[in-house]
Antibody, heavy 120, light 111 residues
């Protein structure tokens, strides 16, 4: 079955960096766009970024453009999110998701999430 | 402030029917873009509930249905069950923002 497992979350100081990983299994990873979505504590969902199957097309939300970088390693069936210049407002659970690109992009399935806390 | 507007909460008794609205604009729901719905049970990751306005993935009970009209969409749940208590989110694409967008979420309470 399709499985996505995030890792790499933790506590980081404002201005610091963190790299999240998402290990995928159960499907042909390189055939799919992948994405990151986050959820601040007690808040709603916010799309952050997606990347094409080959990795040559990337899109970012304005809130993270220039600070976050999405990438993938198809040989390792892994997705990454490099987060720099972290701010308190980046505190959230970060989910990776497979992106279904038939008509309007949708996210299915999602990983279990990894918590990032930005605090001094 | 979410691009797609949902009521913060709805409630209903077991067996009843509830609807959750998702209001958009001419740059998202009101154009060619589909609406998808997700269910987030307490303490878990979101799960796709409805895709492309009206379609249920396999395994989703037919108690869940959805529609889209103009610049809005709605999710209906009939025969409410205690296990339906969750947060529900609509999602589409916004051409002005060039971004996937979510509603703010609606907390369903089964009384």
């Amino acid at each position: 079955q399709v499985q996505l497992v995030e890792s790499g979350g933790g506590l980081v100081k404002p201005g610091g960096s963190l790299r999240l990983s998402c290990a995928a299994s159960g499907f042909s990873f390189s055939d799919y766009y992948m994405g990151w979505i986050r959820q601040a504590p007690g808040k709603g969902l916010e799309w952050l970024s997606y990347i094409s199957g080959s990795g040559d097309i990337v899109h970012y939300a304005d809130s993270v453009m220039g600070r976050f970088t999405i990438s993938r390693d198809n040989a390792k069936n892994s997705l990454y999110l490099q987060m720099n210049s972290l701010r308190a407002e980046d505190t959230a659970v970060y989910y990776c998701a497979r992106v279904v690109t038939v008509t309007t992009y949708r996210f299915d399935p999602w990983g279990q999430g990894t918590l990032v806390t930005v605090s001094s | 402030q979410s691009v797609l507007t949902q009521p913060p909460s709805v409630s209903g008794a077991p067996g009843q029917r509830v609807t959750i609205s998702c209001l958009g604009s001419s740059s998202n729901i009101g154009t060619v873009y589909d609406v998808h719905w997700y269910q987030q049970l307490p303490g878990t990751a979101p799960k796709l509930l409805i895709y492309a306005n009206t379609n249920r993935p396999s395994g989703v009970p037919d108690r869940f249905s959805a529609s889209k009209s103009g610049t809005s969409a709605s999710l209906a749940i009939t025969g409410l069950q205690p296990e339906d208590e969750a947060d529900y989110y609509c999602q589409s694409y916004d051409s002005s923002l060039s971004a996937s967008v979510f509603g703010g979420g609606t907390k369903l309470t089964v009384l």
